[in-house]
């Protein structure tokens, strides 16, 4: 068997060699007493990076998540979101058992809803039977295809959602890749938005951790949350200190990522003609459609796997990321093996 060229997600990366020297040299307190001085290091700067007045540092995205809609969504309420989001796909039953609110989905253009589906998903119910708390975006939107939004899309919609006077989420946990796009910062997404989160542990390549930010109210009753749920740690400046590593040096190379993906976008629509929308591909997220070929995603995965490439099957479609941990010569390596699997 040949060594893995592992495509399954961006977050299988491995920790550099100075995330690894500066976890063993970490200086550490117990963050449950707020006291370890890494973890504070590295919450100020995604607060400064943002630009939201506070944060917090939590083992994932999804529990970032879990915690804002438990904090800004009441039970038996309804939170909107587009149509194929990971808050109401992978996270539904979370949400469910967690808080006890339900969706409104809607479906949008590659995961990218307008200001205007918006505004009509919050229009009151004559009778006042369902109540939309709180609206939730992701960007770059995993399931659209890494879609990007631009900050304008974004501010469309907080505008729908400021005249609802409804609150508005973002699940960046690949904003920097959406920034490396469109050249805006990450400040200036946040700037449209209520709260949002970010993951260190994707496209930035650190080994665990999201981060939650807000203004200091939202904040403070995050940690409340994040003790509630069973996430509070000890001292977790050890994994603190390859997060803030992450944060300097990550969103520096996206744009490899990128240009790996539309290589790998491109040779794989010569093997496979029509299986993927080059246009699409904008970010570090290939989704191909192998419907037309005579095997099932599942047979496809296989295929590969013996040739030494993991991929994920996502929506019906082979989905395959690139990261700091796949060069050039593994994109060649990975072409090279789609066509002998095609063949």
Same mark, same amino acid.
Not at 49 to 76: F, K, W
Not at 299 to 308: F, K, V
């Given at each position: 068997?040949?060594?893995?060229?592992?495509?399954?997600?961006?977050?299988?990366?491995?920790?550099?060699?100075?995330?690894?020297?500066?976890?063993?040299?970490?200086?550490?307190?117990?963050?449950?007493?707020?006291?370890?001085? %890494?973890?504070?290091?590295?919450? $100020?700067? /995604?607060?400064? @990076? +943002?630009?939201?007045?506070?944060? !917090?540092?939590?083992?994932? #995205?999804?529990?970032?998540?879990?915690?804002?809609?438990?904090?800004?969504?009441?039970?038996?309420?309804?939170?909107?979101?587009?149509?194929?989001?990971?808050?109401?796909?992978?996270?539904?039953?979370?949400?469910?058992?967690?808080?006890?609110?339900?969706?409104?989905?809607?479906?949008?253009?590659?995961?990218?809803?307008?200001?205007?589906?918006?505004?009509?998903?919050?229009?009151?119910?004559?009778?006042?039977?369902?109540?939309?708390?709180?609206?939730?975006?992701?960007?770059?939107?995993?399931?659209?295809?890494?879609?990007?939004?631009?900050?304008?899309?974004?501010?469309?919609?907080?505008?729908?959602?400021?005249?609802?006077?409804?609150?508005?989420?973002?699940?960046?946990?690949?904003?920097?890749?959406?920034?490396?796009? %469109?050249?805006?910062?990450?400040? $200036?997404? /946040?700037?449209? @938005? +209520?709260?949002?989160?970010?993951? !260190?542990?994707?496209?930035? #390549?650190?080994?665990?951790?999201?981060?939650?930010?807000?203004?200091?109210?939202?904040?403070?009753?995050?940690?409340?949350?994040?003790?509630?749920?069973?996430?509070?740690?000890?001292?977790?400046?050890?994994?603190?200190?390859?997060?803030?590593?992450?944060?300097?040096?990550?969103?520096?190379?996206?744009?490899?990522?990128?240009?790996?993906?539309?290589?790998?976008?491109?040779?794989?629509?010569?093997?496979?003609?029509?299986?993927?929308?080059?246009?699409?591909?904008?970010?570090?997220?290939?989704?191909?459609?192998?419907?037309?070929?005579?095997?099932?995603?599942?047979?496809?995965?296989?295929?590969?796997?013996?040739?030494?490439?993991?991929?994920?099957?996502?929506?019906?479609?082979?989905?395959?990321?690139?990261?700091?941990?796949?060069?050039?010569?593994?994109?060649?390596?990975?072409?090279?093996?789609?066509?002998?699997?095609?063949?």
């Amino acid at each position: 068997m040949p060594p893995f060229t592992d495509l399954r997600s961006d977050t299988v990366t491995r920790p550099t060699e100075a995330m690894r020297r500066a976890m063993a040299d970490a200086e550490v307190g117990d963050d449950w007493f707020g006291d370890d001085p %890494t973890v504070n290091r590295l919450q $100020d700067r /995604a607060a400064e @990076v +943002t630009g939201h007045e506070a944060a !917090l540092y939590l083992p994932t #995205g999804t529990l970032c998540t879990q915690i804002a809609l438990h904090a800004m969504a009441r039970s038996g309420h309804v939170v909107v979101c587009e149509a194929s989001a990971h808050v109401c796909g992978m996270e539904l039953s979370a949400a469910a058992v967690l808080s006890g609110i339900t969706f409104r989905p809607v479906a949008g253009r590659s995961g990218v809803l307008s200001g205007a589906q918006v505004a009509a998903a919050l229009e009151p119910h004559p009778y006042d039977v369902t109540v939309v708390d709180l609206v939730t975006i992701e960007n770059t939107h995993q399931v659209g295809g890494g879609t990007p939004q631009s900050v304008a899309e974004v501010a469309d919609v907080a505008r729908a959602c400021a005249e609802a006077g409804v609150p508005l989420y973002l699940d960046g946990a690949r904003i920097f890749n959406a920034c490396a796009v %469109t050249g805006a910062t990450v400040a $200036d997404y /946040a700037g449209q @938005v +209520t709260a949002m989160m970010f993951c !260190l542990s994707k496209g930035l #390549g650190a080994p665990i951790g999201s981060m939650l930010t807000g203004d200091a109210e939202f904040i403070r009753e995050a940690r409340r949350l994040k003790v509630v749920f069973g996430a509070a740690w000890r001292q977790a400046g050890i994994m603190a200190a390859a997060g803030l590593i992450a944060l300097e040096e990550g969103p520096k190379r996206l744009h490899e990522d990128h240009e790996n993906a539309s290589v790998l976008a491109s040779g794989i629509a010569e093997v496979l003609p029509g299986s993927i929308d080059l246009d699409s591909v904008a970010t570090n997220i290939i989704f191909v459609n192998v419907g037309g070929t005579g095997r099932t995603p599942a047979e496809w995965a296989a295929r590969l796997a013996a040739e030494g490439i993991l991929v994920t099957m996502v929506a019906g479609k082979i989905r395959m990321l690139t990261h700091r941990d796949i060069s050039k010569a593994d994109i060649e390596t990975t072409l090279a093996a789609w066509r002998r699997a095609a063949a």
